[in-house]
């Protein structure tokens, strides 16, 4: 989409604490002075007295009269407010369109507002009041952070005990704003210790985490409503993503959706609840841990010895398991207390023969299967087949 960004429109200077009265969103209007003794000149003065009459009726707070531009910007779309750390995270997409319904092609920039309520619940009343808390320019972002079609702005500064509301309007030439985007809001309060001591140990195919219970916040205090702990896991082939849809009762996770021989890394966090928010802790130390295959494959089986003139000809079934990479063969002479390996390197079919075998002398031979793990786990052997004179 290509967007013209106009630079030159009047700014609201950031941090002024203006409420959410003196800057409203633009809606369509098709009002035309008509019929006698009317004129363009009184139908502004006309329009703000009904808007006046109309919003104090309502929650008795004084509104400005609605702008009738049709140019100015629709809704933003995908308003997001999540927390990260110390602070909560707004995030949200341009608009396509004006509020006519056509292709916006006048976007320069956005107006965030917020309003503040003690508790963990926001202001149920009348509209709270919203103050603007930052005006991103698209022509020069002091504030924020754009990137494509999608604008970031991180609050840091919050207070405990309170429960904060935004909304965002984007605005076009001249600085209309278009309409509100949804309320969002999150309570804000101290956030729990992160975990410590976490343990990871790899498995076959499992890595099983823990770590000591959370019991206190971040400045001390006791922790007394601990809804839980959130697990998150990397690696090579995946980015951080959260592996616990919601808050784990206990101090202790089993991860059974790994690989052997990946490396995986793990954090923790304690999670506390506020009402129907809650509030993460910062990150855990991380730990790795490499899952591999522990688990030999079956033995051979039906394991037949048969001289011949080429030597002592050896025959087996094949493993059923998945991963054989190949046999070995042992040899045991007749008063010899162990075997010994006749086979270097992997047998890779079900066959061997042992061309060292001498004429007269009495042999017991044993065939394992190995995996291709790392590790070359090795069966356990296969019953002897012997030979003798």
């Not at 990150?283 to 002592?312: E, K, W």
Request: with cysteine.
């Amino acid at each position: 989409m290509s967007l013209r960004l106009r630079p030159n429109h009047k700014k609201i200077p950031e941090g002024e604490g203006r409420a959410l009265s003196e800057e409203r969103p633009h809606t369509p209007s098709q009002i035309r002075p008509t019929g006698h003794g009317w004129s363009p000149g009184r139908l502004p003065a006309l329009l703000l007295v009904f808007s006046v009459l109309t919003i104090s009726l309502a929650c008795g707070k004084k509104e400005w009269p609605l702008s009738p531009d049709l140019l100015a910007p629709a809704a933003v779309r995908n308003f997001h407010l999540a927390q990260d750390g110390e602070g909560l995270v707004l995030s949200w997409d341009f608009p396509r369109e004006n509020q006519s319904g056509q292709l916006l092609t006048q976007l320069e920039g956005f107006r965030l507002f917020r309003a503040a309520a003690p508790g963990i619940s926001p202001d149920k009343g009348c509209a709270p009041d919203f103050v603007l808390l930052a005006d991103i320019d698209l022509a020069y972002p002091k504030t924020g952070r754009v990137e494509g079609e999608r604008v970031i702005y991180e609050d840091r500064t919050l207070e405990p005990g309170k429960c904060y509301s935004y909304r965002v309007a984007a605005y076009g030439r001249g600085g209309g704003l278009g309409p509100w985007s949804p309320v969002l809001s999150h309570a804000w309060d101290i956030l729990p210790q992160a975990p410590t001591g976490l343990k990871a140990e790899a498995g076959d195919r499992e890595v099983q985490l823990s770590w000591p219970g959370v019991t206190k916040l971040g400045n001390g205090g006791p922790l007394r409503d601990l809804a839980g702990y959130l697990v998150f896991r990397k690696s090579a082939r995946e980015d951080w993503r959260r592996l616990t849809p919601t808050p784990l009762p206990s101090a202790a996770f089993h991860d059974v959706a790994v690989e052997n021989e990946v490396e995986y890394t793990y954090t923790v966090r304690a999670v506390r609840r506020l009402g129907a928010y809650t509030l993460e802790s910062h990150d855990s130390v991380s730990r790795s841990a490499t899952p591999q295959d522990l688990t030999p494959p079956p033995p051979p089986l039906n394991l037949v010895a048969v001289p011949t003139s080429r030597g002592v000809e050896l025959r087996w079934d094949p493993s059923p398991a998945p991963d054989v990479a190949g046999y070995r063969v042992y040899r045991r002479r007749a008063g010899e207390a162990s075997p010994v390996r006749l086979t270097p390197d992997l047998v890779k079919q079900p066959y061997f023969v042992d061309t060292l075998a001498a004429r007269g002398q009495t042999y017991s031979y044993v065939v394992t299967a190995v995996d291709d793990s790392k590790r070359h786990n090795e069966s356990l052997p296969s019953e002897e087949a012997a030979v003798g004179p």
